[in-house]
């Protein structure tokens, strides 16, 4: 599932610790998705989506 944010472009040296924050980062990501659902239900978790995307295009 996380195969797609792992890529062979960096340099050798710093890849696999670009391909763990990646894990990491999807991770956290999936775990906050769960405790949203959990917590707030999908309206909920909607909401989180839309500030990740709206974060993701102003950075």
Excluded: Y
Aim: aromatic content about 12%; overall charge negative.
């Amino acid at each position: 599932m996380w195969q797609w944010c792992l890529t062979d472009s960096f340099p050798q040296e710093v890849q696999e610790e670009h391909n763990q924050a990646a894990k990491a980062l999807l991770i956290w990501f999936i775990a906050n998705i769960r405790w949203i659902a959990a917590h707030e239900g999908e309206q909920g978790v909607k909401q989180f989506v839309r500030e990740v995307r709206d974060e993701l295009k102003s950075a």
